[in-house]
């Protein structure tokens, strides 16, 4: 299954939708970032592919690089940013739990006025 979403910051694919997982392969474009977000019924785990992450989670910043990967618990303020100003951040999402709607999404800041 592929489907792709474009959005302010890159766009995404979709590789699996299933009952309890949903897995997308994310790309963010240089100099953007997501929104800073939490979600009430799924949790995350990111694996970077390409390139280089700025990860914010609960307002403590790191590095991840490729190769990496970090899981956020649902209901935790995250967000992720490509500081590379040369080439998209490719990142592996793996979404587990009950709902994966869009409108999971609490935003609490976003570049894009969303």
């Not at 699996?16 to 997308?24: E, F, I, R, S």
């Not at 209901?75 to 979404?95: A, M, P, W």
Request: proline share 3%; hydrophobic share 30%.
């Amino acid at each position: 299954m592929k489907d792709d979403s474009t959005r302010p910051w890159g766009h995404y694919e979709i590789l699996l939708d299933a009952p309890h997982c949903k897995v997308k392969r994310i790309f963010v474009k240089p100099g953007h970032r997501l929104s800073y977000q939490s979600h009430e019924k799924r949790d995350e785990t990111w694996t970077v592919i390409t390139g280089e992450a700025l990860v914010t989670v609960d307002d403590s910043d790191m590095v991840l690089r490729s190769g990496q990967t970090i899981k956020i618990d649902r209901k935790v303020r995250h967000r992720v940013e490509n500081t590379q100003s040369d080439h998209d951040l490719v990142f592996i999402e793996v979404q587990t739990g009950d709902y994966f709607g869009e409108d999971d999404i609490k935003r609490y800041s976003d570049d894009y006025g969303r």
